[in-house]
């Protein structure tokens, strides 16, 4: 029991420590949903692998204000990401929207798997079409 | 024989790639700015919060746009390089006093002395996303028709000066599109 109270009481620690973002909630709900998942989505560049969710620097602290100003001001999703990708990159996005620039981050994973599968593919056919041995061949030909 | 020669030269090719992206430093990033206008800067003066600065007042001519803060440490180290080359009158500077205390800015620039033709007071760090900074001291390289052409990240000394800016400085003196 004191073990239980003990792991409770540690639980409620980190859902506190986890709440960076002390601004008030949206009172739309579903506004509230959008802020929450544009800020999870939005690199902290002064601390590269965090999102500005996660952030409690100055500059994370910023961009939330100005993101809140935003969604307020009715702007949508994309435009949210328009004002950050003109002044941050396309590094400021953890998903990246596809483009010229971004078009070899998006394809290599797609290039890398399919010339996994061709040096697979052909390495099986090299050694499908290597004469079979002789103790092979009475395996298979029991199993046929 | 390329049985063997192939799977080494793609190793090495990757070794290599690999070298290069560890060797880079991944807080510097590239500011989308350059080649393009300069992002619009008009504030309220550090010294007189009646008075305005604004790219309007570069005038049409190549300017250098500091970030600056208190707080930076990095601000402080090339503050001395700053004063001499304002002194030098080799290309105005502005400032723009970053996400800092306006007492504390003023006190600073009377203390260490002030390179700024003009210094911008930007206390909730608006602008600074506007020019997309992200750590002080950022520095901008700014020309005659208002292009971004350059921005350093870090401290500027002498070195970096001459590196950095000074072809940059002579490419626009010799070429006033």
């Known amino acids: 029991m004191r073990l239980f109270a003990c792991i409770a009481g540690l639980l409620l620690l980190v859902s506190h420590a986890a709440a960076i973002d002390a601004d008030k909630a949206f009172e739309d709900p579903a506004l509230q949903a959008r802020y929450e998942k544009i800020i999870s989505e939005v690199r902290c560049l002064k601390c590269q692998n965090q999102t500005i969710k996660d952030s409690n620097a100055f500059l994370a602290d910023d961009l939330r204000r100005e993101i809140r100003r935003m969604l307020e001001e009715g702007k949508t999703d994309a435009e949210v990401f328009d004002f950050l990708v003109v002044r941050y990159g396309e590094f400021a996005l953890y998903r990246p929207r596809m483009s010229g620039k971004t078009l070899v981050l998006w394809l290599a994973p797609v290039v890398f798997i399919g010339f996994g599968a061709f040096i697979a593919f052909r390495v099986v056919r090299r050694r499908m079409s290597l004469p079979v041995d002789d103790a092979a061949e009475s395996i298979d030909e029991s199993q046929a | ?177």
């Open chain 2, 1 to 177: 024989m390329t049985r063997y020669v192939v799977p080494i030269v793609v190793f090495l090719i990757m070794i290599a790639v690999f070298m290069i992206g560890l060797n880079k430093d991944p807080t510097i990033l590239p500011s989308p700015y350059i080649g393009k206008s300069a992002p619009a800067f008009d504030l309220p003066r550090l010294e007189d919060p009646a008075r305005r600065v604004s790219n309007a007042d570069f005038g049409g001519q190549v300017v250098l746009v500091n970030v600056w803060a208190t707080w930076c440490v990095g601000c402080r180290q090339e503050h001395g390089f700053l004063l001499e080359l304002a002194s030098s009158g080799t290309v105005p500077i502005y400032g723009l006093n970053w996400r800092d205390r306006r007492e504390d800015a003023q006190q600073w620039l009377l203390q260490l002395g002030d390179p700024y033709v003009a210094s911008g007071y930007d206390g909730d760090g608006t602008a600074g996303i506007d020019w997309g900074v992200y750590g002080a001291p950022e520095t901008f390289l700014i020309s005659a028709d208002g292009t971004v052409i350059y921005k350093y990240l870090g401290p500027l000394n002498r070195q970096v000066w001459d590196q950095e800016f000074v072809p940059r400085l002579s490419a626009q003196a010799g070429d006033p599109t």
